[in-house]
Nanobody
Framework: QVRLVESGGGLVQAGGSLRLSCAASTTIFNNNIMGWYRQAPGKPRELVAVCTSGGSTNYADSAKGRFTISRDRVKNTVYLQMNSLAPEDTAVYYC???????????WGQGTQVTVSS
C-alpha cells in the first residue's frame, strides 16, 4: 500500500502561481511513475504531467510552457510548479503513483486549485 500526501492547492488570481507537492510513503524508489491529473466539475479526469523515476516527463498540451513537474527521488516526492494560471485550470488536482513492474496505481485524495478571473 502506498499513501500519497498532497499539499499546495488553494485560491489564486489569474496569472498567479502555485506549487503542488505529493509525497509517497513507499520503498519503491525505482521503476515508478508519479504525476498529476486534474478533474474539473462535470469533466473527466485528465493528465496534467507525469515524471518517471528515471526523469522522463510528459505534459498535457495545456500544461506545456506553464507548468513544470519535478521529482525528489530520495524523498519520493513529486512537485508541480504552475505558473500563468488561468480560470480554466480550476480543478481538483490528484497525485498518482504507479509501480511500473506491477501496474498497480494509487491516487491521492486530491487538492483543490481555484483560479479567479
Amino acid at each position: 500500500q502506498v499513501r500519497l500526501v498532497e499539499s499546495g492547492g488553494g485560491l489564486v488570481q489569474a496569472g498567479g502561481s502555485l506549487r503542488l507537492s505529493c509525497a509517497a510513503s513507499t520503498t519503491i524508489f525505482n521503476n515508478n511513475i508519479m504525476g498529476w491529473y486534474r478533474q474539473a466539475p462535470g469533466k473527466p479526469r485528465e493528465l496534467v504531467a507525469v515524471c518517471t523515476s528515471g526523469g522522463s516527463t510528459n505534459y498535457a498540451d495545456s500544461a506545456k510552457g506553464r507548468f513544470t513537474i519535478s521529482r525528489d527521488r530520495v524523498k519520493n516526492t513529486v512537485y508541480l510548479q504552475m505558473n500563468s494560471l488561468a480560470p480554466e485550470d480550476t480543478a481538483v488536482y490528484y497525485c498518482k503513483f504507479q509501480a511500473m513492474s506491477s501496474g498497480i496505481t494509487y491516487w491521492g485524495q486530491g487538492t483543490q486549485v481555484t483560479v479567479s478571473s
